[in-house]
């Protein structure tokens, strides 16, 4: 686990070096969230003394994203803040795991306990007691190995998905797998896709139907050419027409939510063509952790 963590807290100082804008003020929403999961996770008794080390990692990573983060630019914030989330996971997987295994220790001398003084007491009785005892630590330990099962199913899972989709622009976020899909689908000011432009949708839509449980949110979003509210309703409907696609391919309805999102979340700036196209997008954000 610690080659693991010290890997982490490594690409968060690469990523530093990196910076390239000055800081604004306040700590962003993301830190804050962190800051309070940490918070959390020191005052739970099963994690807070079982990963001091882990918790001091991560809180360290989550310091410095709070006041050096904001001078990378978004991808790079992004994925930073992800690395200092997947220290905070682990820091409460291990405490987890380290506090059923004390946990199981504890039952099981108790259970070594209760069959000394079967001597004492009716034999029956003991042996009830000591099988309750031990039940409880298998129950315990069968916890915690599922907690692991899980984890390494998601990202088993999300390398797999990644893979599979190699000819797309993929992005692991704290909301799951991003699938960015350019201005190449529209016309520009239009919301139908272009004749011959469908092999990306084509691709996705296999992809999420080999993966039924997985939810799918679709959001559209525009450059700053325009009215905000022209801008709103375009991007509203590039998103219903990537929905509609994906359901005429396989995908279930039920599982995809499309909004228009406009003009207010860039990824570049504005002022410049390139920047406005890479603006021109549609997320396709794929969760699989719903269905845990």
């Given at each position: ?205 296999r992809v999420l139907a080999d993966d039924p449980d997985a939810h799918i949110t679709i959001e559209g979003h525009t450059d700053s050419t325009g009215s905000p509210d022209y801008n709103m309703d375009l991007s509203k409907r590039r998103a219903d027409v990537v929905r509609a696609y994906l359901v005429t391919h396989g995908v279930d309805p039920a ?38």
């Amino acid at each position: 686990m610690k080659p693991k963590i010290l890997h982490l807290t490594s690409v968060l100082s690469v990523l530093l070096l990196a910076a390239c804008a000055t800081t604004p003020k306040g700590p962003p929403p993301e830190i804050v969230r962190l800051d309070q999961t940490l918070s959390r996770l020191r005052a739970d008794p099963r994690v807070g003394p079982n990963a001091v080390e882990e918790i001091s990692r991560a809180q360290a990573a989550v310091d410095v994203m709070g006041s050096q983060g904001r001078r990378l630019d978004e991808p790079m914030f992004r994925h930073g803040i992800y690395l200092a989330d997947r220290l905070v996971q682990t820091a409460e997987a291990v405490g987890l795991a380290r506090h059923a295994e004390a946990r199981g220790k504890e039952l099981g001398l108790e259970r070594d306990r209760l069959l000394v003084d079967v001597r004492t007491r009716q034999a029956a009785e003991a042996r009830q007691l000591a099988n309750a005892a031990l039940a409880t630590a298998d129950a315990e330990r069968h916890n915690a190995n599922l907690a692991r099962a899980d984890a390494n199913a998601a990202r088993m899972e999300l390398a797999s998905m990644q893979a599979r989709l190699t000819e797309l622009q993929t992005a692991e976020t704290e909301r799951g797998l991003v699938v960015t899909l350019g201005d190449v689908l529209f016309e520009v000011d239009r919301a139908a896709i272009k004749p011959g432009a469908t092999r990306a949708l084509d691709q996705l839509s296999r992809v999420l139907a080999d993966d039924p449980d997985a939810h799918i949110t679709i959001e559209g979003h525009t450059d700053s050419t325009g009215s905000p509210d022209y801008n709103m309703d375009l991007s509203k409907r590039r998103a219903d027409v990537v929905r509609a696609y994906l359901v005429t391919h396989g995908v279930d309805p039920a599982r995809i939510t499309a909004r228009g999102l406009g003009q207010d979340y860039p990824v570049a700036s504005n002022d410049t063509e390139s920047g406005r196209q890479q603006n021109r997008r549609v997320e396709v954000i794929i969760d699989s952790s719903v269905a845990r």
